[in-house]
């Protein structure tokens, strides 16, 4: 690959990740689109305030995408990549089939078009980088994130923190909302605690880099003060120092070390979850889940129920401006709400159950492949499928996370799934 291949992949795929986080942005708005209606039933044109200017760039971002394929004569390798991760797209066609049965044809036809683009570049990407390279380019991408969302804060904290008075309310540093900051942040640390835990191949200035951007990350999450955010960081790091002691010292493990690790993880779970409120109560939070377990209640009983099966459309319901505003007079929220608070739900709400199951699938799936495309390679680079599912299941749990407000967190996913798909590229 010579140099002026490199740069032009360089700049669709930072192009290409920015736009995937791009509807969780502060500046650039949460939907992009507000819908007049009565509950469920739409009354008027939709305004499409952000939204026309990012079909505009995703429009760009694609027609880059079709040069790079031209000039690198790259459609057989991408067609090869998108055989090997077929699965995929049994989401991505149920999603495009909801158009016929979605409240608001035009945002589904909108979000259809921008998961598709996701996904294609995304297999594209896993494609031409492979797992290593994936790595070094998230930890780059985070980076910026870290020094951007500290920029917010300092130069302009009227939006990068939120309820802003006198710098001392909690942190969203780019993006709408601190639990964006917090979850991102989560992940980033991981990165950058994966890049270090593989010590002998950096540089000095490597280590000292990457060591100063993970006490950054930290810092971010703490000031975040995102109870997901840092519950799914201790999960993410301890998985991976775990991770990095049995690759480190699995010779002298028999199979009693492994019954007896086993058993501590099960009581340690057990106590974890019988001491739910304590836990929660460190983090300033309780078992409602800051008022999410209504929410979802209300969802399931008078929503969810109505269309149990084939849901509302992919990426319609949070669209419809009475339904958000009238939502929150029914569950007495001062604010108005935006998403369900759960990625799963949400899913259920756009897709029904059977998109719930489909993306349950892909999930499953992921992480079988990802285990053993680990066993298979026994590095600590080789945990990043792995890590990133359960940053996805972690995170989804308390916010939506994936393909509501942004695309990230599925590109970078199917990216690394396309790419331990290829390990000779790797």
Not at 155 to 184: A, D, S, T
Not at 348 to 361: E, T
Request: aromatic fraction near 16%; glycine fraction near 8%; hydrophobic fraction near 55%.
């Amino acid at each position: 690959m010579n140099k002026t291949s490199q740069y032009r992949k360089g700049i669709l795929i930072s192009l290409f990740l920015f736009m995937a986080i791009y509807r969780s942005l502060y500046v650039f708005g949460i939907h992009g689109i507000e819908c007049p209606s009565v509950w469920l039933t739409p009354i008027g044109a939709c305004n499409w305030t952000t939204a026309a200017f990012e079909i505009l760039l995703w429009g760009v971002v694609c027609i880059l995408f079709l040069l790079e394929l031209i000039w690198s004569h790259g459609f057989r390798q991408f067609f090869e990549g998108c055989k090997i991760v077929w699965p995929v797209f049994l989401f991505v066609l149920f999603a495009v089939f909801s158009l016929i049965w979605s409240v608001l044809f035009s945002v589904t036809l909108y979000k259809v078009f921008v998961l598709i683009v996701t996904t294609f570049l995304a297999i594209y990407t896993g494609l031409i980088l492979g797992i290593k390279r994936l790595l070094n380019i998230l930890a780059w991408f985070f980076a910026c994130v870290c020094i951007a969302s500290l920029g917010f804060v300092l130069l302009l904290p009227q939006y990068g923190i939120q309820n802003y008075e006198l710098y001392i309310g909690p942190w969203n540093g780019i993006f709408w909302q601190r639990n964006y900051l917090g979850c991102f942040m989560a992940l980033a640390s991981t990165v950058f605690l994966i890049k270090i835990l593989d010590w002998k191949s950096l540089s000095r200035s490597g280590k000292g880099l990457n060591l100063a951007l993970l006490l950054f990350a930290v810092f971010l999450l703490v000031k975040s003060d995102s109870a997901t955010g840092i519950l799914t960081a201790v999960v993410l790091i301890v998985l991976c120092l775990v991770v990095a002691a049995w690759l480190r010292w699995r010779k002298y493990l028999k199979p009693r070390h492994y019954y007896v690790i086993g058993s501590v993880a099960v009581v340690v779970i057990v106590l974890i979850c019988v001491n739910l409120n304590f836990i929660f109560g460190l983090l300033g939070r309780n078992t409602s889940l800051t008022g999410r377990i209504p929410l979802w209640s209300y969802l399931f009983q008078n929503v969810i129920s109505k269309r149990p099966v084939l849901g509302y459309g992919y990426g319609a319901i949070w669209n419809l401006h009475g339904f958000r505003v009238q939502l929150a007079l029914n569950i007495h929220e001062s604010v108005q709400l935006v998403i369900g608070d759960n990625g799963f739900i949400d899913i259920w709400l756009h897709l029904g159950i059977i998109g719930v199951f489909l993306m349950a699938g892909l999930i499953v799936m992921g992480f079988v492949r990802g285990v053993k495309y680990f066993l298979q390679e026994r590095t600590i680079e080789s945990t990043l499928p792995v890590v990133l599912l359960v940053f996805v299941v972690m995170t989804n749990i308390t916010l939506s996370l994936i393909l509501e407000t942004e695309t990230f967190v599925w590109a970078v996913v199917i990216a690394s799934q396309t790419a331990i798909s290829f390990p000779h590229r790797n």
